[in-house]
DNA sequence: TCTTATACATAAGAAAATTATGTATATATT
DNA sequence: AATATATACATAATTTTCTTATGTATAAGA
């Protein structure tokens, strides 16, 4: 994913808001979209990103729904209600970890 | 830690960047200045702190000097000269990884 | 023809945390 | 005096999340 640890735990929040973002998305895509948004900074390994859509699927937070493009096969994913609510809380979640990060490491400034 | 897990990741460069500036202080010490500096938000449990000073003190990032004050033992750790410098990297990372998720997040802004 | 890209998947292992314990002393509360 | 809370360390079992390696299959480009 990337040489710095921080990015641990963080997956499940790229996902959501991608899907939050694009309605559907299928799993190569999102790891395209990342590479792409980040300038090649994150990739996304399929061995961590097939397990975690997986998991959300099964959480209720994403829909699927299967399709053949060029004879090859797609999973295109999107957010279930539950899974747009969730999104919400990640990006909380997200924007309160900052900020609290931000005091720990710049406390002169908090 | 957290009830996020955005946390995951994060514990070294919490610690390195304390000590970056207080010098020396001991494990219950850091569990309760990063409770004050995050106003509670942020819980570091002991399953998580001490096993991470050992791996840093193993490392080289850290040496440990033990002190008995009020008839109890306190671990003091500090710096290296080594540590010094992987906690300039860990705050460019912690910089970088912030910077990387805003772009992932608010795309507009980036 | 061979490599790269597209597209899914899982399994073994590592890393980092949580949760649950354990030991021990000091202080505050009932 | 008894009990609970705070201080101060530690580890072990388990869980979560990721990396690395591997596997299958089709399409496109060199």
Redesign the pocket.
């Known amino acids: 994913?990337?040489n710095s640890?921080l990015?641990?735990?963080?997956?499940?929040t790229i996902i959501l808001k991608l899907l939050n973002e694009h309605d559907k998305m299928?799993?190569?895509?999102?790891?395209?979209k990342v590479k792409e948004l980040t300038k090649g900074e994150l990739?996304?390994?399929?061995?961590?990103?097939?397990?975690?859509?997986?998991?959300l699927e099964a959480e209720g937070l994403l829909d699927?729904e299967v399709a053949k493009?060029?004879?090859?096969?797609?999973?295109?994913y999107k957010l279930t209600e539950t899974g747009t609510k969730e999104t919400v809380n990640k990006l909380e979640e997200l924007a309160e970890y900052i900020k609290t990060m931000q005091a720990l490491v710049s406390p002169k400034l908090a």
């Open positions: 994913m990337s640890k990015y641990k735990g963080s997956l499940t299928y799993g190569y895509e999102i790891t395209q990739k996304i390994t399929e061995g961590a990103l097939y397990p975690a859509l997986h998991k699927v493009v060029d004879n090859r096969l797609r999973k295109y």
